[in-house]
């Protein structure tokens, strides 16, 4: 549907059915993965099972080129968002940064990305104004007789 739902619905796409496809692909998914974590692990214990994970899944989003305010990004963007990620925490780990700030780095990625991205932003919407006022500006060319 990308960043206008309302947009999507007047060209006849159905986005009460996309949003809920979204949401039941999600919840599947999730679904099977933890059964595998819980095969991986041998145990389930919510305790201390998926700590945060929502936290890592963020990081690679934002990592991999997603939009926190959505419609921008692309699978490829993802998986290069987890290896990114991936690679980060294991430099964390070789530093030698105590794994409490783990956390701390991790929102610092986020909050890198989602500052990047609203400059990016500002910076199309003035390279788009920019081009509108141009053409404004110009006159209209007239045909040769």
Do not use: W
């Not at 783990?102 to 991205?117: P, Q, R």
């Not at 910076?123 to 509108?132: L, Q, S």
């Amino acid at each position: 549907m990308g960043k206008n739902e309302e947009a999507a619905r007047y060209s006849g796409i159905n986005t009460r059915r996309v949003i809920v496809s979204a949401y039941v692909l999600c919840m599947l998914l999730t679904g099977l993965s933890a059964i595998f974590f819980a095969m991986y692990t041998r145990s389930v214990q919510p305790a201390s099972h998926g700590n945060f994970y929502e936290l890592y899944g963020i990081a690679a989003a934002v990592l991999g080129g997603f939009s926190l305010r959505g419609g921008e990004g692309s699978i490829i963007g993802v998986v290069l968002g987890v290896i990114l990620l991936q690679v980060l925490q294991n430099l964390v780990n070789l530093l030698g940064i105590p794994s409490s700030l783990n956390f701390a780095v991790m929102g610092s990625v986020i909050l890198a990305g989602v500052i990047t991205d609203t400059q990016f932003s500002a910076y199309r919407e003035r390279r788009r104004h920019r081009a509108t006022m141009s053409l404004v500006d110009k006159p209209a060319k007239t045909p040769r007789r």
